[in-house]
């Protein structure tokens, strides 16, 4: 079973940055739509960013301009560039493939990151 593997996260100031990356655990031959969704203690997950295997994104109205996210599609890797994050951001980001297409051509639903923590504190 193919996974998806999250990097990055971690504790930043109000203003500043990080950046996100998901990638498929083993060669694969393709990932079509990949989303980071995110949930925060007490709140139910929301859609942050989501792009489509030509790289057209939509964003959750609250990122407002400050978040990024791209794709290598030779890397099977979905990133999500955020900046001027607030406390508000504070959450566990997870990316998200509805469908991933293993070498051999199986399709493999609904895959999950293991989940980043993103604390924005001063």
């Known amino acids: 079973q193919v996974q998806l593997v999250q990097s990055g996260g971690g504790l930043v100031q109000p203003g500043g940055s990080l950046r996100l990356s998901c990638a498929a655990s083993?060669?694969?031959?393709?990932?079509?739509?990949v989303a980071w969704y995110r949930q925060a203690p007490g709140k139910t997950r929301q859609m942050v960013a989501g792009?489509?295997?030509?790289?057209?994104?939509s964003y959750g109205d609250f990122v407002r301009g400050r978040f990024t996210i791209s794709r290598d599609n030779a890397k099977n890797t979905v990133y999500l560039q955020m900046n001027d994050l607030q406390p508000e951001d504070t959450a566990v980001y997870y990316c998200n493939a509805p469908v991933i297409t293993t070498v051999g051509g199986k399709f493999e639903r609904d895959k999950w990151g293991q989940g980043t923590q993103v604390t924005v504190s001063s």
């Open positions: 792009i489509t295997s030509g790289g057209d994104p």
């Open positions: 083993e060669t694969i031959r393709s990932i079509n739509v």
